[in-house]
């Protein structure tokens, strides 16, 4: 059974930082790009940032560019997001996800930020980050 679990998530104060961590099972990671998303309450899940299966990062959300860092270590089958200078309007519940559309590999682009959820699968069941004074 393929299963992606996120953790990391947490309170945190505007300016912070978190290490959000994917962890997967049943799924040899190293063959699929892994997208992180994320959702808030009346929200549609939002495509934030990718990663490939070579370490290539995608943004999805320019929003995020220069605070958010996607990574991964094939051999633990992890994948990794740094958030730093943490923003309120960065609160959401954070998943991960792995890229399902042929070739898998890539990271997919071109899309709107909100169009990148069709392209992945596996979803976990996420974790809430918090950016609150």
């Known amino acids: 059974q393929v299963q992606l679990v996120e953790s990391g998530g947490g309170l945190v104060q505007p300016g912070g930082s978190l290490r959000l961590s994917c962890a997967a099972s049943?799924?040899?990671?190293?063959?699929?790009?892994i997208g992180w998303f994320r959702q808030s309450p009346g929200k549609e899940r939002e495509g934030v940032i990718c990663v490939s299966n070579s370490g290539t990062s995608t943004i999805y959300n320019d929003s995020v560019r220069g605070r958010f860092t996607a990574t991964r270590e094939n051999a633990k089958n992890m994948a990794y997001l740094q958030l730093n200078s943490l923003e309120p309007e960065d609160t959401a519940v954070y998943y991960c996800a792995a890229h399902l559309s042929s070739p898998v590999g890539p990271c997919p682009w071109g899309q709107d930020y909100n169009d990148y959820a069709r392209y992945f699968g596996s979803w976990g069941q996420g974790t809430q980050v918090t950016v609150s004074s």
């Open positions: 049943g799924l040899t990671l190293e063959n699929y790009a």
